[in-house]
């Protein structure tokens, strides 16, 4: 018996703590509560709710085919719960949204539009953060790198966001609060023709409460009437599969349960000639399609790549005639924002990535009365897959003064050979990517 109160406990708690994260509109917190009950009743319909509600608020494939699971298994188990089903209904409507979607993008990256679109993005980002640039320049303000910039540009797109769901929220909730009294008016209206005694509002909330719960406990035989369910016809497959075989989802035939497959590991070993030149996964041999994110393998390779970019000569000329020696270098991959995708179609593969860069440089002469060092930054704000190297827009930003002194000639020299060496260096990366399956 103390078992039984101490379990009864546990999961109030959970259900509670599930209820309060999807007030503070933390859904994966919600979700995670409700998991907890779940693995100990897994009829339980408070926590089908809620996990179902949250998982349909994270806007995701696969948390809205969670949501649509665990609102149709609610449904099945409550015919009578009205939000249960609105918000099945709902999760149906989203999924075929998302996959709509879906169908679209990889139509877009087929076809090298989604990079464009990408690309006009980022432009439209650049142009906005030089006005910041310039009204904080004008202002007298700090100055503000990029990458801090569009950290609270994005803070404050996350901060209207949640503004608006919660005006949204508001708002259904008046909506509810205007329906129910409505209905209350109508029940008093009914009441007075009827010459029965009238009731306060809240007293009629509690009595139509009772009913809902005396539908819910209604059942013929202990079992709930789940033809009367609005179950489209993949639905009523997947109840008829679970009367059949228990709680397994898998659509394994007659399978059952209890002799389901169990998940194998593939065994890591060396590539084959043959395996070496195959596109696609273990799991894809006919190389239909798949699509596998490369951006932190990109980032790293590109930056190795760019940080090699340097040009040298122990033979130069320097102003007034004497000799020295000369190093211009890429010192530093000050940040590389962007992300990178390895599509595979019909056995074809196409490697794009969608990245701007900023270089920190040196250039410094040697042998004269003194040393000389200019520095600064290089953008690359189009570093695309569909833009060759040599056509690669590259920006120079001098730190401090313009070089002088004689020296512009010179340093502008080796400036353009330090940004062919950066050309040469994405080659070589675009050569290695070009290898990778």
Request: glycine fraction near 6%.
């Amino acid at each position: 018996e103390l078992q039984r109160r101490g379990t009864v406990a546990y999961q109030a708690l959970r259900l509670n703590s599930a209820q309060a994260c999807i007030k503070t509109l933390n859904w994966i917190a919600a979700t995670e509560h409700a998991d907890k009950v779940l693995v100990m009743d897994k009829d339980n319909t408070k926590a089908l709710y809620r996990r179902g509600y949250a998982s349909l608020m994270m806007n995701t494939e696969g948390r809205v085919e969670q949501a649509k699971t665990d609102l149709t298994r609610l449904v099945t188990l409550d015919p009578s719960n009205r939000e249960a089903r609105e918000q099945l209904a709902k999760a149906k409507e989203r999924l075929k949204e998302i996959k709509a979607e879906e169908k679209q993008r990889l139509s877009l990256m087929l076809s090298g539009g989604l990079y464009k679109e990408e690309h006009a993005k980022h432009g439209r980002q650049q142009a906005a953060y030089q006005a910041e640039v310039f009204r904080r320049k004008e202002a007298g303000e700090d100055e503000i790198t990029f990458d801090d910039w569009l950290k609270k540009e994005k803070e404050k797109e996350e901060e209207a966001k949640k503004k608006q769901k919660e005006e949204q929220e508001k708002q259904l909730e008046a909506q509810r609060e205007q329906q129910l009294q409505d209905a209350y008016q109508a029940e008093l209206a009914r009441r007075r023709e009827a010459g029965e005694e009238e009731i306060d509002f809240e007293v009629w909330k509690e009595l139509e409460k009772a009913k809902e719960d005396e539908l819910r406990r209604a059942k013929i035989g202990g079992v709930v009437r789940t033809d009367e369910c609005e179950l489209d016809a993949e639905e009523k497959k997947l109840l008829e599969e679970t009367k059949s075989k228990g709680y397994y989802h898998g659509r394994l035939g007659k399978v059952l349960s209890d002799a389901a497959p169990k998940p194998q590991q593939v065994e890591s070993s060396p590539l084959s000639p043959e395996s070496a030149q195959r596109v696609g996964s273990e799991w894809n041999q006919a190389g239909t399609w798949e699509e596998k994110d490369q951006t932190a393998w990109v980032k790293e390779k590109l930056t190795a790549w760019m940080q090699q970019a340097s040009v040298s000569s122990t033979q130069v000329e320097l102003p007034g005639g004497a000799s020295g020696s000369v190093l211009a270098r890429i010192s530093k991959v000050k940040s590389l924002n962007g992300d990178a995708q390895l599509v595979l179609s019909r056995k074809k593969a196409k490697h794009g990535y969608n990245f701007e860069a900023e270089l920190l440089f040196s250039i410094t002469f040697s042998g004269g009365p003194e040393e000389k060092k200019f520095s600064g930054t290089l953008s690359l704000p189009d570093l695309v897959d569909n833009i060759q190297p040599n056509e690669l827009q590259i920006n120079t930003r001098w730190k401090g003064s313009l070089p002088g002194e004689g020296y512009e000639r010179l340093v502008s020299e080796w400036m353009d050979k330090l940004q062919e060496s950066v050309r040469c260096q994405i080659v070589a990366f675009r050569d290695e990517y070009g290898q990778r399956r």
